[in-house]
Structure formats: C-alpha cells, structure tokens
C-alpha cells in the first residue's frame, strides 16, 4: 500500500459526502452528467446514496460469501428536493456502522483485499468520483487531496484485475510481459503492471527498469485519468513509449 494505512477512509467518506451534498443546494437535479451517460444528477445521487446503504448492509452482515442480491431498502425520499438530506443521512448511517466494524475482519469481497477495510475503501472511491461527475456537471472545477488520489490510483489499480464481473473488457489486459508504469508527478507514488499470459497486475517496482509505456500526471489527474474522466490529452497528463499498448490498457480498464 502506498497511503492506505495513513488514511482514515471513514471520515474522507463523510467529508466528500458533505462536499457532493452541498453541490445539490438549488441544483436542478434534471441536469445530464457528461461522465456518466445517460444519467442525471438524480440518477447520480440515487447511485451515490444506494452504494452507502448497500455497503453499510454487507459490513452490517460481515458477509463471507458473495450476496445473492443486491436487494437494500433505500428509503428515497418522495421529492428530489430532500435528495441532499437523504444522502448525508446514508453517510451518517455508513459512519455509525463503521465505528462498530473492525476494519481487519476477514469478508468477501470482490477484489484484492479480504477485509472488511476493503468495503470502506471502495465506498470512499466510489463517492469521490461521483463528487467530482456533479462538479462536471455543473461546470465547477474539482479539487482532489493528492493523498487521497495517490490512494485511489493503489486502490484501482489492485482492484482492477478482480473486476471482471462488471468490467469484463478487464479479460482483454493479457500479454507477454508488457509492462506499464504509472507515476504521479509533483509528488511520491509509482506503480507498474504487468500483462501476463494469465492475466495482469501491479507488481513491485523496486528496481526501476525502463517501462513498455509509462503514464506520467499529478496524482488527481492520474485517479481520473484511471477512471476515464479525463482524457490522455489533458494538460499535465504525460504518455511516453508503446502507443499501442497504452491504447490496449484505456480501451479496456474502464472501470
């Protein structure tokens, strides 16, 4: 881990909750989200909000297996208006059920990591990224704490690999070796993955070697570059080698 373990991700949970909240005050809630097509900013808090209380019930249940629904009640409120209130009130919920969950409690989970923690973690990302969709979607900048973006690219990027289930264009990232490093500039934080005959991964990367390709920008643009809500093109986004591989690796790793 890079800065997982200096994190409280609880509280960031709370903090980007309160940011993405306060977004909605007068918000016309019909508004499309470019990054996210196809959705409002309804159906974005909807998704927010539901991923909260859906959470919340499998560390609730400290699941070991995987869940055969995916059925949670969600509680909406009747007008769009008390949206903001009913997504602060999923956090507050998910706040109180992390307090009682030892973060270290073996569960199921979908990815790399089989610990309650990894549940929390998830949630964090999961509500970042949809902070900054309705940023966009309203036209306002968006500012992300390079720790927590440094975190998110470690995050992403041990999950991915386990993400077929939803992501299964993930199943296309095999090869003989081909190496990609990426690099958060300005800042500490590389990682470099490995296509294998048998799948991919991040790997150690203790002794830098030259990289097939390597993906170079500050650590906030290198966690939305990751989840293509920013484009390789971008100012401060710096690509260098295998154009062909780095082409192979976008198409396929939308999360």
Request: glycine share 10%; hydrophobic share 45%; charged share 25%.
């Amino acid at each position: 881990m890079h800065t997982a373990d200096r994190i409280d991700h609880g509280a960031a949970v709370a903090a980007e909750t309160a940011r993405f909240a306060d977004l909605l005050a007068g918000a016309d809630l019909t508004t499309p989200v470019p990054t996210c097509p196809g959705w409002t900013l309804a159906d974005l808090v909807r998704h927010a909000g539901g991923v909260h209380r859906w959470f919340s019930v499998l560390l609730r249940q400290r699941i070991q297996q995987p869940p055969a629904g995916r059925e949670v009640d969600l509680r909406l409120p009747e007008r769009e208006e008390g949206y903001a209130a009913w997504l602060r009130t999923g956090a507050a919920e998910a706040a109180g059920v992390f307090a009682g969950t030892d973060p270290d409690a073996p569960m199921w989970v979908w990815g790399a990591d089989g610990h309650a923690r990894f549940w929390i973690r998830r949630m964090l990302f999961e509500t970042l990224v949809h902070r900054v969709d309705a940023e966009r979607a309203l036209g306002l900048p968006s500012v992300v704490d390079p720790a927590l973006a440094r975190d998110g690219v470690d995050e992403f990027l041990a999950n991915l690999p386990f993400a077929g289930l939803f992501a299964p264009k993930v199943a296309n990232l095999r090869g003989t070796g081909e190496t990609i490093r990426f690099r958060c500039t300005g800042t500490d934080g590389t990682w470099l993955v490995r296509l294998r005959p048998d799948g991919f991964g991040p790997e150690a990367d203790t002794r830098p070697a030259p990289a097939g390709a390597e993906v170079r920008a500050p650590a906030a643009d290198l966690l939305l570059l990751l989840y293509g809500r920013l484009d390789r093109t971008a100012p401060g986004v710096e690509c260098a080698g295998d154009v062909d591989l780095l082409d192979r690796w976008f198409a396929n790793s939308a999360f």
